[in-house]
């Protein structure tokens, strides 16, 4: 086996300049999510022109489906596949800046692409070592609800192809090209979100006592939601509560009749995010009936967390040891508070997800996922592509 993790590595670097040209080709042509018609044309030319038998299970998005020539395990590794709805900014990649506005590659899902054919391209070269069955899932929507891992999942395809495990990654600009980073159990927050609408009394701003004043309100229940971590989650337990965005009034001398807050809250268990849901709307409910005004409040189930298969992981970290070598498997202490909808894939077959370290200065790819300069390290084709076609032989 280890001469064949050299044999997929040298294959990785043969197909690098595939990558990067992909890469940039669709860092160029971004969808928003459940949008990606034109992406997924894209793909699906790229797998038949490999041969690739190819599915489309939902609208958008594709599942590539390679046979073995002998028996073996059924194996799923997943891509998302859309931009976010922005604009980016950056000299670093000036020369394939989104064509599209209003759409940017900020979270790398354009580099999760450019891999996975670049996977289905070594897959395609040692095609008579497969054993079993490999999945190339191309997923739409991972940034927006109900999130396609989730429309995916519920679909049934899966299920019917009989996968048994499921890989994942996502390109980190904590990292550096060449890493990846990995844990056993809790990896990845399960993201909800709440919008809350305090109902006051409007009324002149020089007479605040004949109106019920919803910006006080507001910044009232603002503060008093800082105690719902420090004071009724345990201590052992991690868990964000954020407003993002507070939206009241129109100008300097009228009271609002109401106020808004949304936000999000980031959690590792169902029991921790009703807690808080609950605690948030006790506090909401108190301090607007308290001064005789009234609230609506939402709370939005968002994904579940990603949590990795023991197993999975191990066999993951086997592998990778073999192609990028122990020193750059980096077993991580702590999970992340970001969300990623591979969490339903999760919920149904045993699964690992990973980093993929992008982040360097001469790349200035250290920005944060989300943020206008957001790069990736187009180095990380060099290993990447190796890493998740090697899952397959180990
Ligand atoms: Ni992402």
Redesign the pocket.
Known sequence: MADLKKIIRKRAENHFDYMVQTRRYLHKNPEVSFKEYDTTDYIVHELKKLNIHVERPLETGCVGIIEGNKPGRVIALRS?IDALAMDEEGDAKKEFLSERPGAAHC???DAHMANMLGVANILNDLRDEIAGKVLLIFQPG??KLPGGGRLLTESGFLQKQGVQEIYGL?MSPDFEPGQIGVKSGPFMASPDEFEIKIIGKGGHAASPHLTIDPIVLAAQVITQFQTIVSRSVAPTEPAVVTVGRIRGGSTYNVIPESAELIGTVRTFSRDTAFLIKRRMEEIVKGIAQGSGGSYTFQFNEGYPAVINDEGCTEKLIRSAEKIIGSKNVIEMERPLMAGEDFAFYQQEFPGAFFLLGSGSEEADSKWS?HHPKYNIDEKVFLTGAALMAGLVFE
């Open positions: 998302d979270c790398g899902h991972e940034e996502h996922w």
